[in-house]
């Protein structure tokens, strides 16, 4: 008999594990305890040599679902005396090793209690237990400790206090445990109303105002959401001309009903297994539905772009669900181009001229995280926004940081990511920096994570474009800067996600990105790895006449396309030939390589769209109206300075030869462009012999070329790297200027 002591990292912070080993312990009869230790767990016991190993064995083995717990010290130990196992009160570390917990949706205990009149919890629309409910929003500092959450405005009752301190009990050491008795409480208000709804009768309150066709503000675990009858034409209309949101997709948010919870959703969509596996995880995202979806608002799923459909996940969605019986618009509560809101004032305030009720409570939201995307791509989990549940995504790569490392990202689809020893941490979804209240929060998640990681960052990595708003931050610090460009870091993201130790080829397409000679690149094709990638692929370059308006502007692209053919293909928008002019003397008129350009080029000429009222709308358009046509064109390839360019000029001609129909010319772009990708591959890896083929960059959420492409390749025997965790758009440029830093100093 002897003791010992294990030390355990990973996800082990909020996720029910001290209980876990308390009764685990006290299964094998041991004495001891376990206990915090500023991110990692401490466990020291006495017990025979054999005996020890099994139960080491079974922390890991039996650990609770959502934990995800790694073995990182077991070794004799100073003998302790007997008594009971304990859970000892937390420490801080010399050495923290913080994973800081994401928020878990309502566990299946949980939804059985909220849904059963007999029980103490009865629609309380906070109920939780250590297997869910909020983490990361309500933490301020770790170790995860009630007094350190926003929680610790609720002292608990009688009753919570007892299955606090149970060891039998599911709740025992769960740090947001509440009832009606003593936890958060909720209330409802019409706009102008004087006297609040509360508690139940606020649920009732909100469905009701929803069944009238009103727009509710509702606030949920990690900021709020604008919700309407998603059945309700006139009310979804009210929502899209109120937010200034006229085309791009809306969220809506489906009952959970039947033996799966799925019974409401398949009454309106035939969903694959992968999507029902997706819409049922513990994440509970937003999942992109690309087939036909019956029985919503038409105004819901305009332009045949499908719908973001997503099942409850926090137990206020469930109970109003379960009254309204119908499925309910779920979109960001936010201004144009702001993060999601958090502040009850604010809210009430700012969404006045949004909202007609207001659906609150008095838990504080310490950091916003807005709900996470998916599609499914290849039959597989794609992400394309981070989010609740998701993040901090905290990865493991490998050799250490020489020192403490910001990304600060790029400009739109922010996320921040720290690089510290072997580690990462990515951010949730901040958005675009072009407000100022979207820097307010950069500049707060920055600290935020410092603070609770307990690290200290000596160095900043930026974009090499100076003008983002990013950039002018990182340049005022009183830290080095080093600037990275945006390709690399698209490529160094997707390699590092697949910790990669040999050369691949990395196709980044996208908007734009500056580029290394100045140009405003988007079609690149990069041979290496982080810290050594070099183009050797790329696409014939045109101009864009207007410099920054050509994202909302589809035909600008289209226009310029045209001019460089000798043909002028949107006259209705250049009336007075202004434009070309500036064009022809080069004047905001720079030169770009962009496949994303290109497919607003498309887009604009077929008709599909010519003004956008959101980032991306013409390539996501033009992909929803593509045919079942195979046919494809080869695009010439030519070496310029040991670049392949592929020219895109018979391609666009093709787009105007109105003998195919527009959904067969959408379907011919897309599949000339998946050709274009093998051929360059092909004669890239005739070169140099790799034969790894990574796909990145904004233009790959399309999920019919990703497809396409991935046959192709796969056809040709290379194998193909697609993103896991990290969105291949800019959400994950963050991720790889860490990377491609950190190759620099191994190089």
């Given at each position: 008999m002897k003791t010992y002591r294990v030390v355990i990292d990973g996800h082990v912070q909020g996720v029910g594990f001290r209980p876990f080993i308390y009764r685990l312990a006290h299964s094998y009869q041991f004495s001891g305890w376990v206990k915090n230790l500023t991110g990692t767990v401490e466990v020291v016991f006495s017990a025979e040599l054999r005996q020890a190993e099994r139960f080491v064995s079974d922390i890991v083995m039996r650990a609770p679902a959502i934990a995800q717990p790694h073995i990182v010290g077991f070794a004799e130990y100073d003998a302790i005396t007997g008594g009971q196992f304990v859970i000892a009160k937390s420490c801080q570390s010399a050495h923290p090793h913080i994973a800081l917990p994401p928020d878990y949706s309502v566990c299946k205990d949980c939804i059985k209690e909220l849904r059963?009149?007999?029980?103490?919890?009865?629609?309380?629309?906070?109920?939780?237990?250590?297997?869910?409910?909020?983490?990361?929003?309500?933490?301020?500092?770790?170790?995860?400790?009630?007094?350190?959450?926003?929680?610790?405005?609720?002292?608990?009752?009688?009753?919570?206090?007892?299955?606090?301190?149970?060891?039998?009990?599911r709740r025992f050491d769960a740090q947001p445990i509440a009832c009606p008795d003593c936890g958060p409480i909720l209330y409802f208000y019409l706009k102008n109303s004087e006297e609040p709804r509360i508690e139940r009768d606020a649920i009732q309150g909100a469905v009701d105002a929803l069944n009238q066709g009103l727009i509710v503000a509702m606030k949920g675990i990690g900021g709020y959401h604008l919700c309407c009858d998603a059945t309700n034409e006139a009310a979804v209309q009210k929502l899209r001309a109120r937010k200034h949101r006229p085309d791009k997709p809306l969220a809506v948010m489906f009952p959970a009903t039947g033996e799966d919870e799925l019974s409401t959703i398949e009454d309106h969509v035939s969903l694959s297994s992968g999507q029902k596996v997706l819409l049922l995880?513990?994440?509970?995202?937003?999942?992109?539905?690309?087939?036909?979806?019956?029985?919503?608002?038409?105004?819901?799923?305009?332009?045949?772009?499908?719908?973001?459909?997503?099942?409850?996940?926090?137990?206020?969605?469930?109970?109003?669900?379960?009254?309204?019986?119908?499925?309910?618009?779920?979109?960001?509560?936010?201004?144009?181009?702001?993060?999601?809101?958090?502040?009850?004032?604010?809210?009430?305030?700012?969404?006045?001229?949004?909202?007609?009720?207001?659906?609150?409570?008095?838990?504080?939201?310490?950091?916003?995280?807005?709900?996470?995307?998916?599609?499914?791509?290849?039959?597989?989990?794609?992400?394309?926004?981070?989010?609740?549940?998701?993040?901090?995504?905290?990865?493991?790569?490998?050799?250490?940081?020489?020192?403490?490392?910001?990304?600060?990202?790029?400009?739109?689809?922010?996320?921040?990511?720290?690089?510290?020893?072997?580690?990462?941490?990515?951010?949730?979804?901040?958005?675009?920096?072009?407000?100022?209240?979207?820097?307010?929060?950069?500049?707060?998640?920055?600290?935020?994570?410092?603070?609770?990681?307990?690290?200290?960052?000596?160095?900043?990595?930026?974009?090499?474009?100076?003008?983002?708003?990013?950039?002018?931050?990182?340049?005022?610090?009183?830290?080095?800067?080093?600037?990275?460009?945006?390709?690399?870091?698209?490529?160094?993201?997707?390699?590092?996600?697949?910790?990669?130790?040999?050369?691949?080829?990395?196709?980044?397409?996208?908007?734009?990105?500056?580029?290394?000679?100045?140009?405003?690149?988007?079609?690149?094709?990069?041979?290496?790895?982080?810290?050594?990638?070099?183009?050797?692929?790329?696409?014939?370059?045109?101009?864009?006449?207007?410099?920054?308006?050509?994202?909302?502007?589809?035909?600008?692209?289209?226009?310029?396309?045209?001019?460089?053919?000798?043909?002028?293909?949107?006259?209705?928008?250049?009336?007075?030939?202004?434009?070309?002019?500036?064009?022809?003397?080069?004047?905001?008129?720079?030169?770009?390589?962009?496949?994303?350009?290109?497919?607003?080029?498309?887009?604009?000429?077929?008709?599909?769209?010519?003004?956008?009222?959101?980032?991306?709308?013409?390539?996501?358009?033009?992909?929803?109206?593509?045919?079942?046509?195979?046919?494809?064109?080869?695009?010439?390839?030519?070496?310029q300075q040991g670049v392949n360019t592929f020219d895109w000029q018979p391609l666009m001609m093709l787009m105007l030869d109105e003998s195919y129909s527009v959904e067969d010319r959408a379907a011919i772009f897309h599949n000339s462009l998946a050709y274009c990708v093998l051929n360059m591959a092909c004669l890239q890896r005739n070169v140099s012999g790799v034969s790894v083929v990574g796909l990145t960059g904004g233009v790959f959420q399309n999920r019919r070329l990703v497809e396409l492409c991935t046959e192709l390749l796969k056809d040709k025997g290379f194998r193909v790297l697609l993103p896991k965790q990290v969105p291949c758009n800019d959400s994950g440029i963050a991720f790889g200027q860490l990377m491609e830093w950190r190759g620099r100093q191994y190089e």
């Open positions: 059963d009149p007999e029980n103490h919890r009865y629609q309380y629309p906070f109920i939780n237990c250590t297997q869910c409910g909020p983490r990361y929003t309500i933490i301020k500092q770790l170790p995860y400790d009630r007094p350190v959450t926003t929680m610790s405005d609720f002292p608990m009752c009688v009753v919570c206090e007892q299955e606090y301190h149970d060891p039998l009990n995880s513990a994440v509970r995202p937003i999942v992109v539905i690309d087939q036909p979806v019956q029985g919503l608002a038409k105004s819901v799923t305009l332009l045949n772009q499908g719908v973001g459909a997503m099942l409850p996940y926090s137990p206020l969605h469930y109970c109003v669900l379960d009254q309204f019986k119908k499925p309910m618009v779920a979109t960001s509560a936010n201004l144009l181009g702001e993060p999601v809101m958090t502040l009850n004032d604010e809210v009430t305030l700012r969404l006045s001229s949004i909202a007609d009720g207001f659906l609150h409570h008095n838990r504080q939201i310490e950091r916003p995280a807005d709900d996470p995307v998916y599609r499914l791509v290849n039959q597989q989990p794609y992400p394309i926004r981070m989010g609740r549940g998701v993040s901090p995504l905290e990865l493991s790569v490998g050799e250490s940081f020489p020192e403490a490392v910001l990304a600060v990202g790029a400009f739109t689809k922010n996320t921040i990511a720290i690089g510290w020893e072997g580690r990462v941490v990515l951010s949730p979804h901040i958005g675009d920096l072009s407000s100022r209240k979207s820097m307010q929060v950069f500049a707060q998640m920055i600290e935020d994570l410092q603070a609770l990681y307990q690290v200290t960052v000596t160095r900043i990595l930026c974009d090499a474009h100076t003008g983002y708003s990013n950039s002018l931050w990182a340049n005022k610090q009183p830290l080095p800067v080093t600037t990275i460009y945006h390709h690399q870091a698209h490529a160094s993201a997707l390699y590092a996600e697949h910790q990669r130790v040999s050369l691949v080829m990395m196709f980044t397409w996208d908007g734009v990105g500056l580029g290394q000679d100045g140009l405003l690149w988007g079609g690149e094709l990069m041979l290496g790895k982080p810290g050594q990638w070099r183009r050797v692929g790329s696409m014939r370059s045109f101009r864009l006449p207007g410099n920054d308006k050509v994202a909302r502007q589809p035909w600008r692209s289209a226009a310029s396309i045209g001019w460089e053919m000798n043909l002028d293909l949107m006259p209705s928008y250049d009336a007075n030939g202004l434009l070309k002019q500036a064009w022809e003397k080069q004047l905001n008129s720079p030169e770009t390589t962009a496949i994303g350009r290109l497919f607003d080029a498309a887009a604009a000429i077929l008709g599909v769209c010519q003004v956008a009222s959101f980032e991306g709308q013409g390539p996501a358009q033009l992909e929803a109206c593509c045919s079942d046509e195979s046919y494809y064109l080869e695009l010439p390839i030519v070496d």
